[in-house]
């Protein structure tokens, strides 16, 4: 069975220092992995998909992630936080043929 | 751009009262989805379709039950509203083909108070 897991509920960084949200994944298959962000009183919108092409996958706003499969890793990364950045992120897996699975969500605070 | 739209971003109904939640989606696409997101309990999902008229519950389908007569068009349906379906809805929509699940595109949400 497919689960993610998100290891922060919360995350605080000071504006302008790198972003680390960690998501850990288990699939049995080849997964879909996809990062998502949901600022207050929205719907969630697609930062970056992983669909076995490169392991290495930019998406909007100056975020990236790596799919590490020894690791069953798919860290949501930024090299400097900005104060728009402040929102619920969420690590989702999925694979051909089964169900989509969301993780409970990492909330990003922004320090000034 | 795809765009998913919802009927209503705020609704208050009381208990009892049968609540209809809409959402419609411009990209023709086949899978269309209805969460329900939680403070602490993340998104769950309730209903899903990959087809007109098709339909398969989710997680956590009782209390509820959907209705997808067009492709576009997606229903969420509380029969009966209680106070613990107060909650965000989110509407999402998303292609498929050969098995692979794509990336969803969600609506704005309708953030439901039952009273």
């Known amino acids: 069975a497919q689960s993610v897991t998100q290891l922060d509920s919360h995350v605080s960084v000071s504006e302008g220092t790198p972003v680390l949200l960690r998501c850990n994944y288990s699939?049995?298959?080849?997964?879909?992995l996809f990062w998502y962000v949901q600022h207050p009183n929205k719907g969630l919108q697609l930062l970056l998909k992983y669909t076995s092409a490169a392991t290495l996958v930019k998406g909007i706003n100056g975020f990236e992630a790596e799919f590490k499969k020894s690791e069953t890793s798919f860290h949501l990364t930024k090299p400097s936080a900005h104060m728009s950045d402040a929102a619920e992120y969420f690590c989702?897996?999925?694979?051909?043929?089964?169900?989509?699975?969301f993780g409970k969500g990492t909330r990003l605070h922004i320090l000034p | 751009d795809v765009k998913v739209t919802q009927s209503s971003r705020y609704l208050v109904k009381r208990t009892g009262e049968k609540v209809f939640l809409e959402c419609v989606q411009d990209m023709d696409h086949e899978n269309m989805f209805w969460y329900r997101q939680d403070p602490g309990l993340g998104l769950r999902l309730i209903y899903f379709s990959y087809d007109v008229k098709m339909k398969e519950k989710g997680d956590i389908p009782e209390g509820y039950s959907v209705s997808r007569e067009k492709k576009e068009r997606f229903s969420l349906i509380l029969e009966s509203a209680s106070t613990n379906q107060t909650s965000m809805y989110l509407c999402a929509s998303s292609l498929m083909a050969s098995g692979a699940q794509y990336e969803q595109y969600f609506g704005p949400g309708t953030r439901l108070t039952v009273t």
């Open positions: 699939s049995s298959y080849s997964p879909s």
């Open positions: 989702v897996v999925t694979r051909r043929n089964d169900k989509i699975i």
